[in-house]
């Protein structure tokens, strides 16, 4: 019997038999599944890609998705999805058949809102900061040549400003933070190394002591801003806390070894502009010819033969060098890092250059059974200095005559050619050859600190929410210095007050400097979760005690050869100082449902530098943030990833207010040799009073912040945005003294107070990230401004302010001013007259029209 429908399916069997050929020749396939969220419920819109082709798409409503035309063999699906974490799955697809991949599951990315982030005594995760906290990790630290600390982080924190000291090598920086809070106390923010808050007072023989710490041993910088975040340090936070972490080793980390070598090159490529040795005999020559009164014939035989660019001889090619090893690994059960570096910086200025050497180690072992965690911390450097007399050659070579030779070609005074009258002593207003000043002249030091500590943290096995903390540290440093003139030298001329001829003895002067700081902190922390309320509760109290000792022993001043510069100067009093920081702390940290938190701190300092009646202080803090971003009615907003407002208020303080350590005592004087008082037939030195105030306290800075932090795609966008309120009181400042109330007319109280506002943008960007290629775009802004609001105890419409500055060579004494209604160091001149654009010389403003030029238009 006959089919004759199978005839008419002959055909399309046909086809599909062709096409079935052609699939398994060809090699395609089918690959399908579904994306499930955290709670298990498919997610639609999950991008779905085959990594390396162009083929994918996204998930339907039930979170399903389907790939076709995939070529066979193995392959790897990537599946994305805004603010969540990308996941990747290999899959192998078979010719001709439909693959289907289990059901993957999508978390948030979480991974920036899990990070640990270091506050004051312990860490937070980041999601969980209520305070303006930034932290800037290894990853985003500048790169290039660093040998400064901060240098890491110049320009990568909104508010807070990073200035260079100068060009010299280990001139360190300036950083200020929301710029200061004070007029003449230390504007400095306190830094804590390793949980050990360190001394960064000026160190005779260092410019700056943070420099001494090795920049490739830090791991983090974190800046506490506002004094929320900050009060938890009482009264050394009024300026900001930046806290450093250096690196340590890792539980289980393979042995690594790491070197790095660098070497760099410094120039000067613009140097004053200034006339040629042919150019400057011409214009004294075309003087001289054109009679004009400033020149003469004598003029003209002064003049030398030579060529010198005396800018080029001082100046040079300056090459830096900065190899660093470090070992990391775990030894048995310790984990451990060690490290050395050796920096050797030049300087371009002639004979300038500093040699640091470096070495730190790190145990961090975990015993029974993690519940005793140890971290030990050493550092240390040696760092030899050579200073050249930068204000003064630089100047002097920019003006020194070019027509003469550097080396004159006699034995006299070293070789170097010098200015001289008929008898060959030195002219004494001429100045002096720049190269022979910085040749002959030895200003070295050598600088050795180390900074190290133990910390023990102790999870008690009976009840593990509950730790306590031991922290023991230290900072000690030592510097010795010679500042050395030969008798040759033509500087330091001195002329003998009885032949009244000219001699040189030189200089050989000495001094050192001893610091010891030492630290024993305690605390308790409580962490245990309230599931009834929906919340999580953190506890802290401790106590701190912190001990600083300063001494400079007495150095005699003295000649080249080692004899007395005067011998009746032989004895003198060593300088030596020493005060205490006692301190109780504590912390409430409380969060409900992940999305409203709420930080509280509290502490009391009692220090040592002010008197029994002033020296207890009580500085609080209080912040709040809801984390917005996990409200139901943003939680499917798949382009913002996350979103934070906070609000913090704080009283921090400034215990630094003056040079010394107990400003409150009255000190006394050593009146002048040739000031004496008879008694009988004996003459004795007469003693000085000092005026002083024994009422002085520290200054109290309250601060109100609100911040807004957020997250958008992916985190690919990250940004803070602050705004702040801050007010400073208690200012120390020099007022008059009533007449007969102390031992002068002038006396530094605390009468002051100063208003600090601002805004802070915080902004990063990620356009490129992924296995190959991280790039990161950072951009911040900071708008600020200050004003003083008070610097008398009563009105005084007649004050005009505490003058202060200077330009360099004398040309005013002071040029700046710290007056009410105006900010910080405000230029004290006329307002200049223009016409056209252009100042009209001698002309200034009459700023209130009443006839009299005032630099204010309403004071006298």
């Known amino acids: ?56 798409g996204s998930t339907n409503s039930d979170g399903s998705y389907s790939i076709q035309n995939v070529p066979s063999g193995p392959h790897t699906l990537i599946l994305s999805f805004v603010g969540y974490t990308t996941q990747r799955q290999t899959v192998s697809v078979t010719a001709g058949q439909n693959t289907t991949v289990s059901a993957l599951s999508m978390s948030e990315n979480t991974t920036l809102l899990n990070e640990a982030v270091v506050i004051g005594y312990g860490t937070v995760k980041k999601a969980d900061v209520t305070g303006s906290v930034v932290t800037v990790d290894e990853k985003s630290f500048v790169k290039g040549q660093i040998t400064d600390p901060v240098q890491l982080v110049q320009g990568k924190v909104a508010g807070v400003q990073i200035v260079s000291s100068g060009g010299a090598p280990g001139a360190g920086s300036v950083i200020r933070i929301r710029s200061g809070s004070s007029l003449s106390a230390s504007n400095d923010p306190l830094i804590v190394i390793d949980g050990v808050p360190v001394d960064n007072s000026p160190t005779d023989g260092a410019s700056n002591a943070l420099a001494l710490i090795n920049p490739n041993d830090i791991a983090t910088f974190t800046v506490l801003k506002d004094a929320s975040a900050t009060a938890i340090y009482g009264s050394r936070a009024s300026n900001g806390v930046i806290i450093i972490t250096t690196k340590k080793g890792v539980q289980g980390e393979k042995m690594r070894v790491n070197f790095s070598s660098q070497v760099s090159r410094a120039k000067n490529y613009r140097q004053a502009d200034v006339l040629s040795g042919d150019q400057f005999r011409q214009l004294v020559q075309d003087a001289v010819a054109n009679k004009n009164p400033l020149a003469s014939a004598d003029d003209l035989k002064r003049l030398g033969t030579a060529n010198t660019d005396w800018q080029d001889a001082i100046f040079r090619t300056a090459w830096t060098t900065d190899n660093n090893v470090s070992l990391t690994g775990n030894a048995g059960p310790v984990p451990f890092r060690a490290s050395v570096g050796y920096l050797n910086q030049d300087g371009t200025l002639l004979t300038n250059n500093i040699k640091r050497n470096t070495a730190s180690l790190g145990l961090s072992p975990r015993l029974f059974d993690d519940h005793l965690r140890i971290d030990v911390n050493v550092k240390g450097s040696w760092t030899d200095n050579r200073f050249a007399d930068a204000g003064g050659v630089v100047g002097t070579a920019a003006s020194f005559d070019p027509t003469q030779p550097i080396y004159s070609g006699q034995p006299a005074y070293g070789g170097y050619f010098e200015f001289t009258d008929a008898a060959g002593n030195p002219l004494g207003l001429a100045p002096r050859n720049p190269v022979a000043q910085l040749e002959l002249r030895r200003d070295r030091s050598t600088v050795k600190r180390s900074i190290g500590n133990i910390q023990l943290d102790y999870s008690l096995p009976f009840l593990s929410a509950l730790h306590a903390n031991l922290n023991l540290g230290y900072d000690v440093l030592r510097s010795n210095g010679t500042n050395a003139i030969p008798a040759i030298s033509s500087t330091n001329y001195i002329i003998d007050p009885i032949t009244k001829g000219i001699g040189n003895g030189g200089v050989n002067n000495q001094y050192s400097q001893r610091k010891d700081n030492k630290l024993l902190e305690f605390y308790l922390k409580y962490n245990h979760d309230l599931p009834s309320l929906s919340s999580r509760v953190e506890v802290l109290g401790g106590y701190s005690y912190q001990d600083f000792i300063r001494s400079n022993p007495f150095n005699a001043p003295r000649r080249a050869s080692g004899d007395l510069a005067n011998p009746d100067a032989a004895n003198g009093n060593p300088f030596k100082t020493q005060y205490t920081l ?122 109100y912040n609100a911040g807004l932090d957020y997250g958008l795609a992916d985190n690919r966008v990250v940004g803070t945005v602050d705004v702040y309120s801050r007010t400073t009181k208690d200012l120390i400042n020099t007022i008059p003294a009533a007449a007969g109330t102390n031992f002068s007319d002038l006396y530094v109280t605390n009468v002051g107070s100063l208003r600090n506002e601002g805004i802070e943008l915080g902004l990063t960007v990620a356009p490129i990230r992924n296995e190959k290629i991280d790039w990161t775009v950072i951009a911040n802004a900071t708008f600020q401004r200050s004003e003083i609001t008070k610097l008398t105890v009563v009105d005084d419409p007649t004050y005009i302010g505490a003058k202060t500055g200077g330009i360099s060579g004398n040309l005013a004494s002071t040029v700046q001013i710290n007056s009410v209604g105006f900010q910080p160091y405000s230029y004290y001149v006329y307002k200049q007259k223009y016409e056209n654009g252009k100042p009209v010389e001698d002309q200034y403003e009459d700023l209130n029209g009443d006839g009299v030029i005032r630099v204010y238009p309403n004071r006298s």
């Open 582 to 703: 006692l301190s109780f702390y504590g912390r409430l940290n409380y969060t409900i449902l992940d999305r409203y938190l709420l930080t509280a701190t509290l502490r009391n300092d009692q220090s040592s530098r002010f008197s029994k009646n002033e020296r207890s202080g009580l500085f609080p803090a209080v912040a709040v943030a809801w984390r917005i971003k996990d409200e139901d009615f943003l939680k499917d907003v798949g382009a913002l990833t996350d979103l934070k407002v906070r609000l913090g208020y704080g009283i921090t303080g400034q215990q630094d207010i003056t040079s010394t350590d107990y400003p409150y005592l009255g000190t006394y004087q050593l009146g002048r040799e040739t000031v004496s008082y008879q008694f009988g037939n004996t003459y004795y030195t007469t003693l000085r009073p000092d005026a002083y105030d024994p009422n002085i306290k520290w200054e109290e800075t309250t601060t």
């Open 1 to 56: 019997m006959k089919h004759p429908y199978l005839a008419k399916l002959a055909l399309p069997l046909l086809c599909a038999g062709a096409s079935v050929s052609s699939a398994h020749a060809q090699g395609i396939g089918t690959v399908s599944g579904r994306v499930l969220d955290e709670k298990g419920e498919g997610m639609p819109g999950v991008t779905v890609l085959i990594e390396g082709s162009s083929l994918g």
